[in-house]
C-alpha cells in the first residue's frame, strides 16, 4: 500500500492549511437489527448484500477478521477506516477504492458506513463522489428512512442526514498563540466540533485538528456542508496571519531550519518527535522558507511514518526502537537533499 497512487500523496485547494476533506454518509439496512444486536452471519449476510449491490467500480474487498491486525491499524493511520472499525469483529467487511479515496464500512456502528476522501479543502467534490454512491446503493438497498427523523441510525446523534462532513487542518500558529480552546468553545456553538488526529478522544498531533459538523437532524447535506465551508474558511485565514507574524520571527526560523537538519540526519526518531519536526518543516515549505521539498512529499511522508504503517510496510511487528530506526531511515530517504 505505498505505492503513488493513494489519494492522500497529494495536497490540494488551501493546502497550505487544509490537509485533507472526508465526507462519511451512515446508512442502515431495513428490517434488520443494528450491528450492535447482530450476530456473526447477520453481519455476513449484511455484508454480502452490500458487496452485491456495489456499481461497477472496482473496490478491494477485505475480510476484516482476517486482517493482519498491524495492517489494520495502519488504516486507521491513514483515516481509512475507524479506530472502533479496527477491531476485526467477525462479519465486518472493508471495501475499498484503488486509489483508496473511497471506502465503505460494513458492520461499524452502522451497517454501512461510506466515506469519501480528497486532498485539500474540496468538500465540494467529496459530497459529490459520496452522494451518487449511495444513490446508487439506495437504488438496490432501500436504506432505513423515516419521513421525520431522516435515515435512522443506530447512535441517535447520527439521525437525519447521517452525514459527518470534515477537514484535516494544520493550524501550528493558532496552536502556538494558544488559540485553540477558543476557537473549539466558537466552533460548538454554530454546531461544528474541532478534535484530535483521530477525532473523537483523539489528541492533536503536529498541530493537526479535525474540524467536523455535529448537526445531523433538522438540516440539509448541503446546508452543513456550506456551514463547514464557511467557518473553515474563517480559520484558515486566522491561521495565515499567525503565520504571517511566525515568519517575522527569527527563532521560528531557526526551529524549521533545525527541524529539517534532525529529520535528516537522525538515526532514531520517535513517533512523537516526528510529528512536531514534520509540522515544523510543514509550516516552512508552505511559507516559502525551504525550497526543493513539497507539501505532497510531506503529505506521503506523514502517512507512511506512522507507527502501525511503518511495521506494515517491514512486514512485522517491531520493537519501539526498531521501529524508531526504520521511520528514521525512512524519512532520511525521503528529504534527502538533490544532488545539484
Given at each position: 500500500?505505498?505505492?503513488n497512487k493513494q489519494w492522500y500523496r497529494a495536497s490540494g485547494q488551501e493546502g497550505d492549511v487544509v490537509i485533507s476533506t472526508r465526507v462519511r454518509l451512515a446508512r442502515n439496512l431495513p428490517r434488520?437489527?443494528?450491528?450492535?444486536?447482530m450476530n456473526p452471519e447477520q453481519k455476513r449476510q449484511a455484508a454480502e448484500a452490500v458487496v452485491k449491490a456495489l456499481p461497477e467500480e472496482t473496490?478491494?474487498?477485505?475480510d476484516m477478521h482476517e486482517l493482519p491486525h498491524i495492517t489494520a491499524l495502519s488504516l486507521v493511520e491513514r483515516h481509512l477506516i475507524s479506530p472502533e472499525f479496527s477491531r476485526q469483529e467477525e462479519g465486518s467487511v472493508l471495501c475499498l477504492s484503488e486509489d483508496e479515496s473511497v471506502s465503505l464500512m460494513i458492520g461499524e456502528e452502522d451497517?454501512?458506513?461510506?466515506?469519501v476522501m480528497r486532498p485539500g479543502l474540496d468538500l465540494d467534490s467529496a459530497y459529490r463522489a459520496a452522494d451518487e454512491l449511495d444513490t446508487a446503493l439506495d437504488s438496490r438497498l432501500h436504506f432505513a428512512f423515516d419521513d421525520r427523523l431522516g435515515y435512522l441510525t443506530q447512535c441517535p446523534t447520527n439521525l437525519g442526514t447521517g452525514m459527518r462532513a470534515s477537514m484535516m487542518l494544520h493550524l501550528p500558529a493558532l496552536q502556538e498563540g494558544g488559540a485553540i480552546q477558543q476557537l473549539a468553545n466558537t466552533v460548538s456553538k454554530l454546531g461544528l466540533t474541532i478534535r484530535g488526529?483521530?477525532?473523537?478522544?483523539?489528541?492533536?498531533?503536529?498541530a493537526i485538528y479535525q474540524l467536523s459538523n455535529q448537526v445531523t437532524l433538522g438540516i440539509s447535506e448541503s446546508a452543513a456542508i456550506e456551514n463547514l465551508k464557511g467557518i473553515a474558511a474563517q480559520i484558515i485565514r486566522e491561521e495565515r496571519a499567525g503565520r504571517e507574524e511566525l515568519c517575522r520571527n527569527p527563532h521560528f526560523e531557526?526551529?524549521?531550519w533545525r527541524s529539517l537538519g534532525i529529520l535528516r540526519t537522525a538515526r532514531l526518531l520517535r513517533g512523537d518527535e516526528f510529528m512536531s519536526l514534520i509540522s515544523n518543516l510543514r509550516v516552512g515549505v508552505a511559507l516559502g522558507m525551504?525550497?526543493?521539498?513539497?507539501?505532497d512529499q510531506i503529505s506521503g511522508l506523514i502517512g507512511d511514518a506512522q507507527p502501525a504503517t511503518v511495521m506494515a510496510m517491514k512486514g512485522e511487528e517491531l520493537e519501539p526502537a526498531e521501529r524508531d530506526a526504520v521511520r528514521a531511515v525512512l524519512v532520511r530517504e525521503r528529504l534527502a537533499e538533490k544532488p545539484t
Open positions: 500500500m505505498t505505492g434488520m437489527p443494528f450491528p450492535a444486536c473496490f478491494r474487498v477485505i451497517h454501512l458506513r461510506i466515506q488526529l483521530y477525532g473523537e478522544g483523539s489528541k492533536p498531533e503536529g531557526d526551529r524549521v525551504i525550497e526543493g521539498l513539497s507539501l
